[in-house]
C-alpha cells in the first residue's frame, strides 16, 4: 500500500508540473500579437522579437521607474524575452486582480502595449 500511494503521489506532482504552458506573444512592427493574453499559474509568457529595437516593460503608464515586475529587451542580440507567471513571481509582484500589463518603452506613444 505505501509503494501504491508513493507512486500515485509522485505521478500527481508531475501531472502538476507538465500543465504549465508557455504563450508566445510575437512582436509586429509596432504592436504585440496576440495583445491580449490570458495565463494560469505556471504558465511561462515568451515575446519573440520580429524586427527594430524594442523591450517589454510592465505597467501601464509608459515610464520604466524600477517598480516593474518585468523588464526585458526584444532586438536583434535579445530576440526572446521571458516571464514565468509561477506562486513565487506572483508573491513577489502583486497587482491587482493578477493583471500585469505591460508595454514597450521607445513605442508607448503609438500604442505598443499588452
Not at 495565463?39 to 516593460?57: A, E, L, P, S, Y
Not at 493583471?99 to 521607445?106: A, L
Request: charged share 15%; glycine share 12%; proline share 4%.
Amino acid at each position: 500500500m505505501k509503494r501504491n500511494l508513493t507512486s500515485l503521489l509522485t505521478l500527481l506532482l508531475l501531472a502538476g508540473v507538465g500543465r504549465a504552458d508557455t504563450v508566445i506573444v510575437t512582436q509586429v512592427n509596432l504592436s504585440f500579437s496576440p495583445q491580449n493574453i490570458t495565463v494560469d499559474v505556471g504558465d511561462t509568457v515568451r515575446w519573440i522579437h520580429t524586427g527594430g529595437q524594442h523591450d517589454v516593460v510592465e505597467g501601464t503608464d509608459g515610464t520604466v521607474d524600477g517598480d516593474e515586475a518585468f523588464f526585458g529587451l526584444l532586438n536583434t542580440v535579445s530576440t526572446t524575452f521571458e516571464v514565468v507567471f509561477d506562486p513565487a513571481f506572483l508573491a513577489a509582484n502583486p497587482r491587482a486582480g493578477d493583471r500585469y500589463d505591460y508595454f514597450c518603452s521607445p513605442h508607448f506613444g503609438v500604442g505598443m502595449v499588452g
